[in-house]
């Protein structure tokens, strides 16, 4: 059974079928020309919107609908997270091959709708469309946070900290198994996911798989008000940096001993042959967040992480001068290197 | 010059420099993670989404770019429309092949600005990103209403008149017309859109590429609450009857011969030998609103529609039999038949 043996009408109850009970707030819900809810007192609202492609930021070979389902939601809430805003609302919009088989849609729908109830986030509406090739799924997400509370990339001044959470470079290193894996099983002819397993390899994979957002260590970043600016990991370490100092008109200087790198990602990239600190900067999908703090502002920092289960490293200074530098320290003097370019989508 | 002869950055700077100057609610514009605004006070939020889809809801061959543009706001503003709100603010989300021509991107960006500015809507933010075949818009906007003047489709009473703005089927047969002009230009090796002047019915085909929709009717039916249920026609009459019917609880008879079906459209669907009335009832696009008034409104409806440029026809009446009858007064007594079922996307 496909999706195209069902309505439009079905599709969307199978949706709503998923879903938690809608909020009081929600005054006419799914199955109108539009959502109409009632804003919240007193805050603002923080929006935004990220398509997920096939075949650009998923390839269904090894992606399960349920990852798909969760890395569609998982991307608009991390950036709702380095807003440092809550989750409220989202719209979907799915552009669906016909050929998709109706298993596998509630599969997604299943791991889109896990991630939103995890975050308290509610479904109000959206769109179903069909597809004449790629699956598509578009999320568009509203989140509310106060005045003062909003975490932008443009506050970081010169002498404050560059922080991290989490650590890099795994998910860029999990996609990568995935990708050989996959090859490997289409030539053996066995399903993928098997190999990954027998060589340990399955956390990383994970990492890619299912993004987690840092919702939490946003929210309390921008209630503690220990950022100065603060954006998240979607395209790397090295394009975050870049794009903080670039928004908040400083330098940056990386100190290259002490980002985080995956342990299993950096064995994963040494083996490879690669440079695992320029393959764990550059890569994308890690979702953790890059966020500066002025100076002296550790014990706040320190409180506004309590209770939160990421890591935060300190990575580097903001400077006056507006160079990108990376430091390495070796027993002789430390050379400095520019900070490698990011990832760029268009060109 | 192709978008991928661009960084995104560069792309998105091109697309603000189309736009309005960022008002004074928007507090964190295009840029950053994520756009912040302030709500308006003491109004509801009215929210939707809708994507287009190269192959699916429009053809390049003769689609300008600008027309694509267009259409990927006015589908989301007719929704608004049926909901009775006034326009606020939109997100876009481009999947963009990276063949498209820059200057059909530029194209594309101004069709959709320019309407925006009609509307007084602002695009806050979006997304870029790469497609590996189509091309894809999709939009989100958010409007306001306040609280007793949205619209939805589940008001309708027994008794309640029927109405529909403007014409139907002119979409529909533009789009016909577009392709047969289409296909002979493949075929004679000139280019489209010279036929089609020629043969006069150039009216359809814009009707087709750039609907208007009717967000001054629709804001004017809430304001002066003489619609108990409204939608817009992205799916044509027959659905439009439908839908409302079902969601209040009603049946409908609709008189065939009130039907407003356009004159241009009637004669080219005579010509090609089918049902006028059954192609303009179920052909799409047109983004009419259909709409449903208690009786004895028909004062108020006239102040409602007064100086809004837009023809109302009254074309049935709700009754408390669940039927969906389409009834054909003759010579003889009227005949009725079943309204012809509407389009449905995934069957």
Redesign the interface.
Known sequence: VT?????????IKRIAERLQPPPGWL??GI??????????RN?????????I?????FDRRFTPPGAIGHRALAVNLS??A??G?APR?A???F??P?ALLLDDFDALVSGLAALALRHKLHV???????????L?I?V?V??T?K?RQ?L???GARPGDAIYVTGSIGGAAAGLEMLRHTASAASEAKHPPGTDLRAQGLERCAIRYLYPEPRVRMGLALGRNRVASAC??LSDGLADGVRQIAE?SGVGIIVDAAAIPVDQEARAWFDAQGGDALTSAMTGGDDYELVFTSPPRGNGRLRAASRGIDVAVTRIGICTKAHDLILRRAGEGPPTDEAIPSGY????
């Open positions: 999706v195209s043996d069902l309505t439009e009408r079905e599709l005054t006419v199955g109108d020309d539009a959502a109409v809810v009632e804003p919240e805050r603002l609202e923080v929006l935004s919107v990220d398509a492609v096939e075949g650009i930021h950036d709702l380095a807003m805003a609302l719209l979907l919009s552009v669906l016909p109000v509406g959206g769109n179903l469309t069909r597809s004449p090739g790629p598509m578009d568009t509203v989140g946070a005045r909003v932008t990339r443009a954006m998240d928004a760029t989508h268009f060109r």
